[in-house]
């Protein structure tokens, strides 16, 4: 079964992107903080038998529903679309600094429910906002991520026995996600071969591009908005495409630092496409 893995920006439903004028409270030494964590290896957990698994029945979650996650704060989930057939796989979604996981899961309902579960971690409350604003960040760079992954990873596990596969598992980061994604992608051994970065990153991306091959990553999607993030990625696409790399590019100029209105649609033909191309090279 596939497991995604989304990272998030700030704003909502309707911007889920970091405002421009709010203050990043991340550096960058944070999120290479990486050296004292054992990497991941692949397991397949839950596993059934092929003539069982017409017989699972999953839950219809169509909105983003909390995840209770042990020693977290609670996760946000949508369920598959596709209630009919086996154990599915997850994408999982890290937001930005200044958002919340409910808008991550919101858009990504959109663009991967059809492939399987949508799952977002919730990270801590950001300092810069009040309980009422309700905003959260990451704090502690990819090692306290990570752990926070395979802690909501293994809730949606014990909550949906035999219905959740980490196979073929895809990693989505958004603003500070998309900044923390190739430090988780080096602390997992071949768990996501697919992985979609958002509105940030690119330099991240650019350096870790040999370390992600070794990892077990196939496919890289990117989809940015702000000038200077499509002018970074406009520059290392054919350093991704020369790699080896499947690539998918959604550009969304004009919608500011944040998911414009088209890409449920445009996200999820990318998606599609990464998937099936991954698939068929394996």
């Known amino acids: 079964m596939l497991l995604t893995l989304v990272v998030s920006g700030g704003g909502g439903i309707a911007s889920c992107g970091v405002p421009a004028s709010e203050k990043q409270d991340f550096s960058e030494s944070e999120a290479a903080s990486v050296d004292t ?7 397949v957990p839950n596993a059934v038998a092929a003539e069982d698994a017409a017989l699972i029945q999953f839950p219809v979650i169509s909105a983003p529903t909390p995840l209770p996650v042990t020693g977290y704060h609670d996760a946000s989930h949508v369920g598959p679309s596709d209630v009919n057939s086996g154990a599915k796989p997850v994408v999982v979604v890290l937001h930005g600094n200044f958002d919340r996981p409910e808008w991550q899961c919101e858009m990504w309902k959109d663009v991967a429910s059809w492939y399987g579960w949508v799952l977002c971690p919730r990270g801590v409350r950001t300092e810069f906002a009040t309980l009422r604003e309700d905003r959260w960040t ?62 940030g990153g690119m330099k991240q991306l650019e350096w870790n591009l040999p370390t992600m091959k070794e990892n077990g990553v196939n496919a890289i999607g990117i989809a940015m908005s702000l000038p200077g993030n499509r002018e970074n990625a406009f520059r290392i696409k054919r350093k991704i495409i020369k790699m080896g790399y499947i690539y998918e590019y959604v550009d969304m100029q004009g919608g500011g630092h944040n998911y414009r209105s088209d890409f449920s649609t445009l996200g999820r033909e990318a998606l599609k496409k990464m998937i099936s191309r991954n698939g068929a090279a394996q």
């Open 37 to 43: 964590e054992p990497v991941v290896k692949k397991v």
């Open 138 to 199: 990451y704090k502690g760079g990819a090692v306290a991520v990570n752990r926070e992954i395979h802690a909501a990873l293994e809730a949606l596990e014990q909550k949906y026995p035999n219905m959740v596969s980490r196979e073929g598992m895809v990693l989505v980061g958004f603003s500070l996600g998309a900044i923390l994604l190739p430090q988780v992608i080096k602390l997992n051994e071949k768990l996501f071969p697919t992985v979609f970065v958002i509105e």
